[in-house]
């Protein structure tokens, strides 16, 4: 089993800045990759962004150029940091775990972008 637990997240202008982090823990090992996913209301959860066991990180192409995902390995916890972000940035934000064939999903956190 992982566990995942997020923090950050809250109400922020237009064109501000947020950083998410998300620390895993349990059974981490073999973990293959780590993602943040995001669902706004009346939507389906959509994919943000994921960096591999290896580095590689992905984005999708909405976000690409104003987040980023990072990690710190020694710490378990992988980080969004989100910039100039936009009212359709809101959301709730879920960080995901990928282990062999199984998804860990964290709790959570909103994300809200307004005036």
């Known amino acids: 089993q992982v566990q995942l637990v997020q923090s950050g997240g809250g109400l922020v202008q237009p064109g501000g800045s947020l950083r998410l982090s998300c620390a895993a823990s349990?059974?981490?090992?073999?973990?293959?990759?780590m993602g943040w996913y995001r669902q706004a209301p009346g939507k389906l959860r959509e994919f943000v962004a994921q960096i591999t066991r290896g580095g590689t990180t992905n984005y999708a192409d909405s976000v690409k150029g104003r987040f980023t995902i990072s990690r710190d390995i020694p710490k378990n916890t992988v980080y969004l940091q989100m910039n100039s972000l936009k009212s359709e940035d809101t959301a709730v934000y879920y960080c995901?775990?990928?282990?062999?064939?199984?998804?860990?999903w964290g709790q959570g956190t909103q994300v809200t972008v307004s005036l």
């Open positions: 995901k775990a990928q282990k062999n064939i199984a998804d860990y």
């Open positions: 349990g059974s981490i090992f073999s973990i293959s990759a």
